[in-house]
């Protein structure tokens, strides 16, 4: 069956060191992948895609790759600040272009 | 501030009660789509709509009607639901065809937090 795994359900971290998630995928043949970041009681808000022919994609703080090999999205956030805590999910579209499937995200706090 | 609202922010409802959600988006997109969020699970696809029409229903139950009167409205309408229904349900917005990017990429509104008794 077709999964979407973040690495762990939450990430403690101190502010200015770089927090890494993971977005793991099996029995998906993904031609892209999405983040989004999402705070509590409001939806989710787009970050970054990253395409299959690509290893890394930047946006200013943020930093995604994506190995479609091991079929894995790792998504870094540099110089993490407080308001950076957030939950970030990955997403992967599946069964049809407007099918997009979010895995269970992965809560991010990060402490001054 | 999101470019897709929805109202009501919050909604109680009994189980007998008939209530609408509805959602707005005026930035063009042809694909609209409803959400359902669990607290602390991910948003689960209920609908999409593409032009206007009902493109995906992840099978759901029948007490939830979609209705999308134009390509900037979309309502959800509940009927006879139940406690479990309790949950925040999103609404989304994207460019059918992929815009500018060629990908699917979701707007997404603030979502209406909707308790069951």
């Known amino acids: 069956s077709q999964k979407i795994e973040q690495n762990s359900e939450a990430l403690n971290i101190q502010e200015g060191k770089t927090a890494t998630l993971t977005c793991n995928y099996t029995n998906y043949s993904p031609a892209y992948l999405q983040w989004y970041r999402q705070d509590p009681g409001r939806g989710p808000v787009f970050l970054l895609l990253?395409?299959?022919?690509?290893k890394e994609k930047r946006k200013e703080r943020l930093k995604v790759t994506f190995d479609t090999t091991l079929k894995q999205s790792l998504f870094h956030i540099t110089a993490s600040q407080p308001a950076d805590s957030a939950t970030y999910l990955c997403?992967?579209?599946?069964?049809?272009?407007?099918?997009?499937?979010f895995g269970a995200g992965t809560r991010l706090a990060v402490h001054p | 501030d999101t470019e897709v609202t929805q109202t009501p922010k919050h909604l109680v409802m009994g189980m007998t009660n008939k209530k609408s959600l509805k959602c707005e988006q005026h930035m063009g997109h042809r694909a609209m789509y409803w959400y359902k969020q669990k607290a602390k699970k991910p948003p689960e696809l209920m609908f999409v709509?593409?032009?206007?029409?009902?493109?995906i229903n992840e099978s759901v139950p029948s007490r939830f009607s979609p209705e999308c009167p134009n390509s900037s409205l979309l309502n959800l309408h509940l009927h006879a639901l139940q406690p479990e229904d309790s949950a925040l349900y999103l609404c989304?917005?994207?460019?059918?065809?992929?815009?500018?990017?060629?990908?699917?990429?979701?707007?997404f509104g603030a979502g209406s937090r909707l308790t069951v008794l």
């Open positions: 709509y593409s032009y206007e029409k009902l493109s």
């Open positions: 997403a992967l579209t599946s069964g049809g272009y407007n099918k997009l499937i």
């Open positions: 989304a917005s994207s460019q059918p065809t992929g815009g500018n990017l060629g990908a699917n990429v979701l707007t």
């Open positions: 990253i395409r299959e022919n690509e």
